[in-house]
Each structure stands twice: as structure tokens, then as C-alpha cells.
């Protein structure tokens, strides 16, 4: 489609090779500037002018940065916390969704409203008495702080109360008359024909749930417990700066390797709940 | 009557984990802020006690002005930055692919991964961007080492790091426009900038409007950056509202002014939060 100029012309080669090298410069020349850095001892690093490419490689960084911050034990923190997240948000939800669109209860609506209310709320409000609450529910150190609080999603459950609504009244009918109870149909019926937007919520789930600070900062007071977000800001004075920087790179990889393989599903999710043109 | 207790069966973990983590916290959180908490004795009523406190707390007023600062460098930069990025982004036909992926590459990064990169890379000796000003003969900035460029420094960092999310956004609402608008347009004579204008704009005025107020409401409780880059500081000048209340809460255990801070920051962002729905409600219909 042509909107604003005319494709082909000499200005729209300009264009594209500016917008090329500036994309570049912007969003990829940083990032390798990190996984080469990562490779330079720290002298190399503090030296002026910088080096491009490093003059001492050192490739040992990034199993020196596993071992310093001992990474393995925090990045399964952080995958029990975000996969843990996930299907706690995916048990509450789901049933909860699936009896607001087809079961139709008494009130339905009014539960639904008092859900979407707490949308108005900035999550921030909430972090005082939220957090004195997991206190009280001797929650603390428990991924469980995280877990339950996030599955009090009301956006997730009106998105998927959004696409059940739309799965056809017959079809249901159809699963009953066959002798499907109600957790059959939810199960073979309606699961199956919601997987797109099943996946997005999924993706975003775990996306979320792995780039938190402020919630595991407070949940996970001891140590031991924390996500690899928290305990890379913890580590990050004490580190020599190769280290470090290698440590980054090793924390951010499982959320570049995710969008890269579920990049449909992202991209079409960002737009699935909240945008009409 | 069966239809209904089944129906509730399915809505009962739900039901339970809103009462306990959302609808109790909410009252929960209007009573703290009336209230003195030590967790040695009980909690005693102290009424405007917590809110006259905050008042004659000199931060109380650098937090505000810094936060409404921030957010309004973030709707200048961080609302037309990506909007730009967008409408050229629309007109080109080849990597389109390459450069949806780059754009979204650091939406995908960890804030606290982000933010300690660019502190390194804000470092003024040996940081990228000092080395670079410096390579090309510019002049160099201390970045976040002054009270003057700290919290613009934050600003650049959140847009570079948001900007994926926004700019894919107005990308799709811009391909929902029909070539027409712009033919005709053309037609009357119109340049790139009036077509930018007088189609554009008014073609895309609700996604631009709810995400306009979708960014207050997220500015407005920037936490992880300031926290991780500057503490604060230096002179106070990164200290948000909301770093604020970390530090009333959980630096000097001081639960019920925390709260009442909570609950100011809620009114205020009530009003955006309000609009915002009503947009997205009138958008929908």
C-alpha cells in the first residue's frame, strides 16, 4: 500500500538506507558492543580510546561469570518463579474466564466489573498492603508471594472471556448432547479452539514474570531465593566489570531465544487485547 | 441453580485470590494510611497524621516535581520518538522483518539488565557514548553524574528500551488506513507533513490518545531505573514518587505514611486511568 510517498523513487532509497544504518546503530551496535565487551579483561574495557573488536580475548568470561555469581542456582529461581507464574495464572483464569462467557452465573457480570475495577488501580498502589498481606501469610522467600498476587489478572481474564465469547453457543450444545460435562467441553471443546490467545497470554505470562524487579526485590529477601534480576543488581558493584557484563548477556539470552521463536505470536499479541486502529 | 454452583465452582480460585491479593489489599491500603504500624503493638488511628508528614517532608515536593518531569520528557521523547519511527517505518517495503525484530529486541531485556548496561555505557570516562562524543570531536556529558542530565539520561534509557512495544503499535494502526485518504489528499495538493496532519493524525488520534495515557500511568511509577542507576541521586534530582515510598516502606519500615503516599499517587493517576478506560471503551464501541 502507498501512503505517503511514492515507492521506488530516489528519496525512498535514501530513507531506507538511513532508517538501516540508524535501526542498526540504535538497537544492534549496543548490544554487541556488550557481547564483545564481555570478552576484554577490565583494563581493556577502562581504556581510551575503546577497542572494537577485543585485543585479549578472553573467552573464559562467561563460564568465570556463571561460577562468581553462581547463575545456575538463579536462573532456576527465576524459572520456577516465571513457569511457576504461569500455570497458577493459567489455573485461576481459565475456569474463572470460562464461567463468566459460558456458564452465565448469577451476578457474572458484577464479579467481572469488580475484576476490571481493580484495572484502574497503578500496581503500585497496591504494593504496601499487598506486601504486608504476604507478610501475613508468612509468604516471604516463598515463589508462592509471587505467583498467587499475579494471578490476580483481571486484563488476562477479560481477554480470554473476550475470545470464548465468540466460540459459538451450537458448538457447545453439540459436546453436551454427546455427553460432555462441563470440564470435558472446557478441555476438548473450548481449550483446543482458544490456542491463539491461550499463547499469548502464556508468552506475556512468563515474559512478565521473568523481567520483574520490584515484586521478587521484595519477596525474596533471603539470598538464597532470589531471581536473577534481583541478584544481578545485588552482585552488580562487587563484579568485575567482564563479569559482569557476560552475566547480563547470560540473563537476558532465554527472552531473545523466546522471541525469537514465538515472534508471530508476540508481535500479533501486542495488539490483541487493548488496540483498535 | 446447579448451572449457578458449578458456574462458582469454576469462578472460586479466582474469587479467592482477588478478595486476598486485590479487593482486600485496596481497602486495606486506604485504612494503613490513617494508621501508625510497628508490628510490636497494635495499630494505632492517627488520622491526617501520615499525610501531614509527607507534606513537610522537603522530598515529598522534589519527588513530585521530579516525577512530572520525567513524564514529560517521556511523552516528548518517549511518545514521539516511536510514533515517527512508525510513520516512516510504514512507507518502506524492504527489511521489514530485520527492523520489527530490532526494535523489539530490547523490550525483551530484563529492565534491571538494561539499566545496568546503559550505566556502564552512561559512565563518563569510559563509557560508549563519552568515547564516541569524544571520537567525533563533541563535547561529553556526565550523564547521570549530574543533577542536570540524570534524569534525562533515565528518559533516553526508557525509550530505547520501550520503544519496540509503542512503535509496533501505531505501525498496525497506521496499515489500518485507507490509501484513499491519502490519494485524495494528495489530489488537493498536500506535502508529506499536511498528509502526516490531516490523515494521519486524526486517523490514529484513539491509539495515539490510549497510549498516550497508557505511558502517564506507567511513567508516572518509573521505579527499577532510578533505583538501579542513581539511587536518587545525585542532589535528588532521580528521586520519583515512587522511589519515595520503597524507601518510606521498606528503608525506614514506616508502613502507614508509605500508604498514604500510595494513596495520592492513586488519585492522581485515577484521573488518567479513568480517561484511559473511557477511550479504550469508546474505541471499542
Redesign the interface.
Known sequence: ?????R?GGKA?WV??TA??VL??V???V??L??LLGAFKPPAE??????TILPQTWEPGAYADAWNYMDLGKFFLNTIVVAFGAWAVQM???V??A???SK????F?NV?LG??LA????????????????LTD?DLLNNPAGIW??A??N?LN?YLLKRFFDQIPEELLEAARIDGAG?WTTLIRIVLPISRPILAVVSIFTV?AA??D??WPL?VFPDPAKQT???A??RF?PDTP?NL??AG?VL??LP??A??LAF?RH??AG??AG???? | MRRHVTAYGFLSLALVVFAVFSWYPIVRGVVLSFQQVNFVSDPEWVGWENFQRLFDDPLFAVAWRNTAWFTVLALVIGFGVPFLTAVVLNELRHAKGYFRLLVYLPVMLPPVVTALLWKWFYDPGPGLFNSVLRELGLPTSQWLDSGNTALISIVLLTTWANMGSATLIYLAALQTIPGELYEAAELDGAGIARKVWHVTIPQTKFVILMLLLLQVVATMQVFTEPFIMTGGGPEDSTVTVLLLLYRYAFVYNDFGTASALSLILFAVLGVFSFLYLKVTRRADA
Open positions: 500500500m502507498r501512503t505517503l510517498t515507492p525512498y530513507v531506507l532508517t538501516l535501526f542498526t540504535a538497537f544492534l549496543p548490544l558492543w556488550v574495557l577502562a581504556q581510551q580510546p575503546p489455573a485461576v483464569i475456569p474463572a470460562y464461567a463468566l456458564l452465565k452465573p448469577l457474572g464479579v469488580l475484576m481493580t484495572l484502574m488501580l497503578p500496581a503500585t498502589a497496591l504494593l504496601v498492603p499487598v506486601y504486608l498481606t501469610l498467587l498476587p494471578a490476580a483481571a481474564v462441563t515474559v521473568w523481567k524487579f520490584i521484595l536473577l534480576s534481583v544481578l543488581q552488580a566489570i559482569l557484563l547480563l540473563a537476558s527472552m531473545v523466546l522471541f515472534q508476540i508481535l501486542l495488539t487493548s488496540i483498535k486502529g
